[in-house]
């Protein structure tokens, strides 16, 4: 089990550690890739890994699945980071966490072998920081073009108006639908 202490950081000691000493600091954000890949703590990784990696490890993961990139593990493993920072959605007690969760295993390989860096945790997660320093934190928006459009009249010149609509969904149709050929 963790036999190394893990403190609770506010957002506010987290702020100011980023506005101070950015790169002194390795932020691993637990919360699932969609999360992430929709908005995250600028300068933060996403610790992620499938189900069956979780059941297989049985609770002890290694540093390059929680660490993916080799340059952030190497300064981790050099001793360069003075703080690890986890963090997931909101969680502002480090026990009601379960044992298998991906910020749990993480803790737990992050202390077998800590390298001189102190670990945290993120009190009130992602949710408390983006609301009190959205500055910090990027916003990624979808990529245009990948909403389908409903009919083939909202897609510009993929078929005359004045047909009947055949049924069949645009997205299984060609350039124009087979019922609407002259």
């Excluded at 932020?27 to 297989?56: E, M, P, Q």
């Excluded at 320093?133 to 009249?153: D, H, I, Q, R, T």
Aim: charged letters at 20%.
């Amino acid at each position: 089990m963790v036999n190394m202490e893990i403190s609770g950081m506010d957002c506010s000691t987290m702020k100011a550690l980023l506005a101070d000493r950015p790169h002194k600091v390795l932020i691993l954000d637990c919360r699932s890739f969609f999360s992430f890949s929709s908005a995250h703590i600028i300068g933060s990784s996403n610790v992620r890994f499938s189900t069956i990696v979780k059941r297989r490890a049985k609770g002890s993961m290694g540093l390059e699945h929680i660490i993916p990139n080799e340059e952030q593990r190497a300064r981790l493993i050099a001793g360069l980071y003075e703080a690890v920072l986890l963090l997931d959605d909101r969680t502002y007690e480090l026990d009601t966490i379960r044992k298998d969760s991906t910020m749990m295993l993480a803790v737990s390989a992050l202390c077998r072998d800590p390298r001189g860096s102190r670990i945290f945790f993120l009190k009130g997660g992602y949710e408390a920081f983006s609301s009190e320093y959205p500055e910090f934190c990027n916003k990624c928006s979808p990529p245009v073009g990948l909403s389908l459009p409903l009919s083939a009249n909202s897609v510009p010149g993929s078929a005359d108006s004045n047909c009947t609509p055949c049924g069949t969904p645009l997205y299984d149709q060609v350039s124009i639908p087979l019922c609407c050929k002259s």
